[in-house]
């Protein structure tokens, strides 16, 4: 089984579309976290989350409102660049089926999310500072990566095997990568131009437009093997061999 993982946007929105919603796989931890949230004064909230007063104000909004009511299917519910690129509103019922069998969305308060589930607008990073109620192991845990522990690694390949795409931020595959047992296999897909000085770089906003291009064009290939990866030549970007690691665990993808 071929998972790919992504990064999840900060930007957020209720929404109604065509899709079906579904019960995320973590809701109940999601639920806890919120009362973690609901139980921290608006000074707290503002230094876990780095936001502004006006941003701190609508985080509040949106955790006040947060629940079953204004829900929204995931792949269109965040609004970001990488979503934009990814454009899930005008694919085709194959490759909308094509992500919800194939993409997962990480997520700081949701954990893992297929496409179709319903989430709420929200804010929380996978690496807010946020000690988090009695966690998994039952002993308190003084961030998110502590609270979801080796879970959401388990529910990619509740089997112990398959294929790992890594696309998402370093943030957020710091919490998978370091939990996948030896039967799955990762390769994580960098993308980035050359400079005048010839180094290799990947700057932000560019990465985030390559990653929703790569995983749309994921959709529209049916790709579902490592060897189809390799072939993603979408936005001037080609395979850079010469960077990529020999075993295959790293793919980079160079723009022209």
């Not at 297929?114 to 804010?123: I, M, S």
């Not at 998110?144 to 388990?154: H, T, V």
């Not at 998402?168 to 131009?193: I, N, Q």
Request: glycine share 12%; net charge neutral.
């Amino acid at each position: 089984m071929l998972r790919l993982i992504v990064s999840p946007a900060k930007g957020m929105a209720a929404c109604e579309g065509p899709l079906p919603l579904a019960e995320p796989a973590f809701l109940p931890e999601a639920e806890r976290l919120t009362e973690d949230l609901r139980a921290m004064g608006r000074r707290e909230l503002q230094r876990l989350w780095k936001t502004s007063d006006a941003l701190t104000g609508k985080a509040l909004d949106a955790l006040d409102a947060w629940g079953p009511d204004g829900r929204a299917p995931a792949v269109l519910a965040y609004r970001g660049i990488q979503y934009t690129r990814m454009a899930p509103s005008v694919m085709t019922e194959g490759e909308l089926a094509y992500l919800q069998g194939h993409l997962r969305i990480l997520s700081g308060l949701y954990g893992v999310l297929r496409p179709f589930d319903a989430v709420a607008p929200y804010r929380l990073e996978m690496g807010a500072r946020l000690a988090a109620g009695a966690g998994w192991g039952g002993c308190g845990c003084r961030d998110l990566y502590g609270f979801w522990g080796p879970w959401l690694a388990r529910s990619l390949f509740p089997e112990g095997e398959g294929l790992l795409v890594n696309v998402a931020s370093k943030e957020y595959a710091r919490a998978v990568l370091p939990w996948l047992v030896a039967g799955v296999r990762c390769v994580t897909c960098l993308f980035g131009t050359v400079a005048d000085d010839g180094r290799w770089v990947q700057r932000a906003t560019a990465a985030k437009e390559a990653r929703g291009t790569f995983v749309r064009w994921c959709a529209e290939q049916g790709v579902g093997s490592e060897e189809g990866l390799a072939a993603f030549d979408r936005g001037g970007y080609a395979l850079d061999a010469e960077r990529s690691a020999d075993d295959g665990t790293r793919l980079v993808f160079t723009r022209r």
